[in-house]
């Protein structure tokens, strides 16, 4: 049992929770491809098997996100979980935040929230700010493809739909950008609608599944990369699938590989015109 299922995360669990039940209900090894906080809901990819070789491939893939930010207050997490330090400040209309909404997007240096899981010498940030040590984090490079205002759903709240890259934190856009509005702003809800090639729309809550239903939720993991495919003839499949390479003349590049029967095997790569096996997913 090998591929991924998109689960649609409930609010209030943690994502390794919602991987536990795969789990327990397939008996393979899972892992997500990037986590949500346990107040955000929506997509969250779970690879089955060896398909979670596959982490590296989706970290980087583009995501979507439905979100609330209030303003005029700020809190320790930078989101309404953490224990508000300031609240009744200044509230933009809708017109001052579309005028400086291009500034945030781009590729844009952010500094991660301090209630994080980023690792400061060996240790979580949530850890150690959960204990009061002080510390700083280097901004990171994200990108950030686009910001849509989508409603004034309060007094002081907004909705936004955001469009980022891997790595982003819609916290510390909150923050960055109540910020350039010359107020503070927190995040107040959080869903994922999409996680690269995987949706909400054919998303399945993990309270749905079942030992007898999972099989047809699974999504076979050829399926969901974009490679070319090749499929070595008899001789070459004997050499690819022991370990040696053999001439090609495909350009330089990662493919899908199968085997003969037409089988989903994994990727192979070409360089310098020599075509070696990559990673086993099958």
């Not at 998109?6 to 994502?15: D, I, L």
């Not at 090894?29 to 060896?50: K, W």
């Not at 999504?219 to 070459?236: F, G, M, Q």
Request: hydrophobic share 35%; proline share 3%.
């Amino acid at each position: 049992m090998t591929g991924f299922i998109t689960v649609n995360k409930a609010e209030g669990v943690s994502s390794a929770q919602e991987v536990n039940k795969i789990k327990r209900l397939t008996g393979q090894r899972c892992g997500h491809m990037g986590t949500l906080d346990p107040m955000a809901s929506g997509v969250l990819p779970i690879a089955l098997g060896n398909a979670s070789r596959l982490f590296d491939y989706f970290l980087t893939k583009r995501k979507t996100y439905v979100t609330t930010f209030i303003f005029g207050s700020d809190s320790d997490t930078l989101d309404t979980t953490g224990v508000i330090t300031e609240q009744g400040g200044y509230v933009p209309c809708e017109e001052e935040i579309i005028k400086i909404i291009p500034s945030l997007c781009g590729e844009v240096l952010q500094i991660p929230p301090k209630y994080s899981a980023k690792n400061i010498n060996g240790k979580r940030g949530y850890m150690l700010a959960r204990e009061g040590v002080e510390f700083e984090l280097s901004p990171k490079k994200v990108d950030i493809y686009g910001i849509k205002l989508l409603d004034r759903v309060s007094g002081n709240a907004y909705s936004f739909e955001i469009e980022c890259g891997g790595g982003t934190y819609i916290r510390s856009i909150a923050r960055d950008m109540g910020a350039k509005l010359g107020t503070c702003a927190i995040m107040s809800a959080l869903s994922r609608t999409k996680s690269g090639c995987f949706n909400l729309e054919h998303s399945v809550k993990t309270e749905n599944l079942t030992a007898e239903n999972i099989e047809k939720y699974i999504i076979a993991t050829d399926s969901v990369l974009t490679y070319d495919s090749i499929k070595p003839t008899d001789r070459e499949a004997f050499k690819l699938f022991n370990g040696l390479s053999v001439e090609s003349g495909l350009s330089d590049g990662v493919y899908k590989i199968y085997y003969t029967d037409g089988s989903f095997y994994g990727l192979a790569e070409v360089k310098d015109n020599l075509l070696k096996v990559r990673t086993k997913l099958c």
